[in-house]
């Protein structure tokens, strides 16, 4: 038996339709705020920071935890809270009801962006991120639980997925948004390589990892990685290149004056790289079916009327000046949002 959290919504929910069509799993266990709509699966609608969810996983052979909120518009503090007192609740919960195995989900940022990391990474590389990008803070602690519970609970393995820049079911992230605006960001002097996980091979990925066909850290994602010159003639976005101080600095005064909802934590994952090999994976016999290509292609698609300028949605109206402003509207936007913000203070 398999029991999946977080199973009425986002990859969750792709991932219970799997498994409950799976001739290798007999029974489903999903969790979640609200029922879904795999029938085939037995549900119970609760709070995973519950202490009585470990009622709900007695039987259960393995539990994949997905229960997440990565939401960019999320408040910080209460994300935080759910995320993290989430997967404590769960990892306890599952060694009290006697599971064997638990399946977590953070991401391949837990690595860091740095220019001076292996290309690719390998999955025992050391994880040098930190917490000043969106939600990474709460997935390092989430790492940091997935290795203290099996010293804690004897007997529990903890298998724990990162997966590349995720792409698809609406995956709405600061690194998706990057596609959205009128020119790429480049900052003068990095390296930018990009690596992407559809989110049909993440959900491959976790259903292989629930089979107990692979264990440990495994990193998801495409084979390969594209460099910055691929991706902006295959999108045929042009380039907006900035100074690191000019382009970080914006984006810390936007973040801090609530103007923007990506720190300037943010911006290192597209100057850097931070892309991985995934040979865990593929010795164990699994391997993605979409190519970094192919699921870019996907990414553009979903970003299709969509307009974004350093991580802010822009409306309409907006996105008709960035059009026609050019290479200059996202140093020119930021400059005076910042302008307006300072003036509005003043006025208080």
């Not at 309409?316 to 050019?326: C, E, H, P």
């Amino acid at each position: 038996m398999v029991a999946v959290t977080g199973a009425a919504r986002g990859v969750g929910a792709l991932l219970t339709r799997r498994l409950a069509a799976s001739e290798h799993v007999k029974h489903v266990v999903a969790i979640d705020e609200r029922r879904g709509d795999v029938t085939e699966a037995q549900w119970h609608v609760l709070d995973v920071r519950d202490p009585a969810i470990a009622e709900k996983l007695r039987g259960a052979d393995v539990v994949v935890h997905l229960a997440l909120d990565l939401d960019l518009e999320s408040d910080a503090a209460a994300r935080t809270a759910y995320n993290v007192r989430g997967t404590q609740t769960v990892l306890t919960a599952a060694a009290a009801a006697g599971v064997h195995r638990v399946v977590l989900c953070t991401s391949a940022m837990v690595y860091g962006a740095h220019p001076d990391n292996d290309v690719p990474l390998a999955e025992d590389a050391e994880l040098r991120a930190t917490a000043e990008a969106t939600g990474v803070g709460d997935l390092l602690e989430i790492e940091r639980l997935a290795k203290r519970a099996p010293r804690a609970h004897p007997g529990l393995n903890v298998t724990v997925l990162r997966p590349a820049v995720l792409v698809g079911g609406g995956t709405d992230t600061a690194l998706t948004r990057y596609f959205e605006s009128p020119r790429l960001l480049v900052v003068a002097g990095s390296r930018p390589t990009w690596q992407f996980c559809h989110v049909d091979d993440l959900v491959s990925a976790l259903e292989f990892a629930a089979l107990e066909k692979a264990e440990g850290e495994l990193a998801v994602g495409c084979d390969g990685w594209l460099e910055q010159e691929e991706v902006e003639e295959l999108t045929g976005i042009r380039r907006m290149e900035l100074p690191s101080a000019v382009a970080l600095g914006a984006a810390s005064r936007l973040h801090r004056l609530g103007l923007t909802p990506s720190p300037a934590g943010d911006l290192e994952y597209t100057m850097h790289p931070w892309v991985v090999s995934g040979h865990r994976l593929h010795d164990a016999g699994w391997r993605p079916r979409w190519t970094n290509e192919e699921v870019l292609a996907e990414l553009l698609e979903e970003a299709a009327g969509r307009h974004t300028v350093v991580g802010r949605r822009l409306g309409r109206k907006d996105a008709t000046a960035a059009g026609a402003a050019g290479a200059t509207v996202a140093l020119l936007g930021t400059a005076a949002l910042v302008r307006r913000a300072r003036k509005a203070r003043r006025r208080l």
